[in-house]
């Protein structure tokens, strides 16, 4: 049996998926019915040495760009397995011939596959076998594009040619020593993965494999493109903290010799079952003597609250273990207009969701962000639907909570950004099951270390 730990969060201000550059941040919040978030513990077996690759946060490495940052493009090839074949020659030729004689580095080769088509959430969960990191990313907006021009539709990966991975809370630092494996130069080289909200709180036990961040580049990558795939591999190296090419290309190899080449499509539904508990965190009790307290904190005479997140989490076993990845699959039903992503450390529980939030999105300097906010559900019928619609955007209730959380993002962007313009500053955005508020914000970052203060500099208040 599996166990399920749900992430519910209500009146939530902020959002809960940033994309900057080559960076993607997974954050654990959601809002009402429209994101949902899981913390899986799947029955995955111990992986003894499975964590076994470079830690770009560990003291002591250089704060400089690593000396080589390069993308190998093979000749394409009809399937999955021909691509898997073509990269594991590739590597062995470059090991036999080294090429890279650099301290530091980060390389990666990448084979297009132009006829077997193969959706990424089926290669994952083709490597259900390998008892490696794992990450998957969907897009909301398929506006990222490979060499010859095809969109990104989503990615799988496996191992982690580096990791970034501290106790401590996320620093500038910390975003340097990811930075600096990463290029406008190589686009596809990407990192992925969370950061805590409060990083000063308790850590309850099935976070702690997360740290109080953790990032990977994977190993392996399969890239489901519009019109195709690509099968890559990623090996990154630097002498200043013990991990040398030699050992990046060891490591490599090793992955890949446990790689399937032979992809199943499983099916996207989760198998019969029924709970055999549910536990709510906090209780019932606990929750209303924390709604009561926040209304009480907010009708005080000049309150600094407005508005407040309030949060529960529901642990839930059932008596059938679901895969992770059918999970999110069966998430489906909400994938129009959202992101879904995994993220899965050695010997840790699978962290999955599915939401249409977007906290930030970075091009250059050019920043947009998004205000959500106020909900109501689809009408069955496009007049009812319309109702509604006109309902929500004349509640003054909503109009009021809508106005905090838009107001909130324009002041994060005013601190670290040029004139912020809104447009549109109110209108309705419709998902599958329900319909938001929704504004959009633009502005220009004054510099570009600014990025960082636009995710992490946001006061929370927990009861």
Known sequence: ??????????????????????????????????????????????CHGCSLSMNGCRKGHSREPVGTIKTQTLEPVATTSMALYSLKMAISKMKSEPQFRSSSGIVRLQVSIEEEEVEAIDWLHSQNHLLLPRCFFSGREHNSFDSNG????????????????????????DWVSIRRFLSESCPLIRAYGAI????????????????????????????EL??????????????????????AINALQDTLSKVSASIVRFPKQAPPTLILSSHDIPSKIDWDIAVNRALEMIKKNNSLLTKVVL???????????????????????????????????????????????????????HITSEALAGTRARGVSIALDRQI???????????????????????????????????????????????????????????????RFVGFQQKRHNF
């Open 1 to 46: 049996m599996g166990t399920l730990t749900i992430l519910l969060k209500h009146s939530s201000t902020y959002k809960s998926l940033t994309k900057c550059t080559n960076i993607f941040l997974l954050f654990p919040l959601s809002k009402k019915q429209h994101s949902i978030y899981s913390l899986h513990f799947h029955q995955r077996p111990l």
């Open 150 to 173: 095809r969109s990104l539709v989503s990615i799988a990966g496996v191992g982690s040619a580096v990791f970034f991975c501290q106790p401590h809370p996320f620093s500038y630092w």
């Open 196 to 223: 805590r909200f409060d990083a000063k709180a308790k850590l309850s036990v099935e976070w702690l494999p997360f740290g109080s961040f953790y990032f990977m580049i994977p190993q392996v990558e399969f890239n």
């Open 226 to 247: 519009e019109g195709g795939s690509m099968l890559t591999t990623t090996m990154a190296w630097d002498n200043t903290i013990s991990w040398s090419w030699e050992d």
């Open 311 to 365: 949060a529960r989490s529901t642990k839930v076993v059932p008596t059938t273990n679901i895969d992770p990845l059918t999970w999110l699959a069966c998430l489906t039903v909400e994938s129009e207009n959202a992101y879904q992503f995994l993220l899965q450390p050695p010997n840790a529980p699978a962290f999955i969701g599915n939401t249409p939030e977007q906290l930030f999105h970075r091009k250059w300097l």
């Open 389 to 451: 619609e006109l309902d929500l955007l004349t509640s003054p209730k909503d109009d009021i909570e809508f106005t905090i959380v838009r107001d909130t993002i324009r002041r994060k962007l005013e601190g670290v950004c040029e004139k912020v313009v809104i447009k549109p500053k109110k209108m309705i955005r419709k998902l599958p099951r329900i319909q938001h508020l929704f504004a959009q914000l633009a502005s220009r970052l004054r510099s570009e270390e600014d990025e």
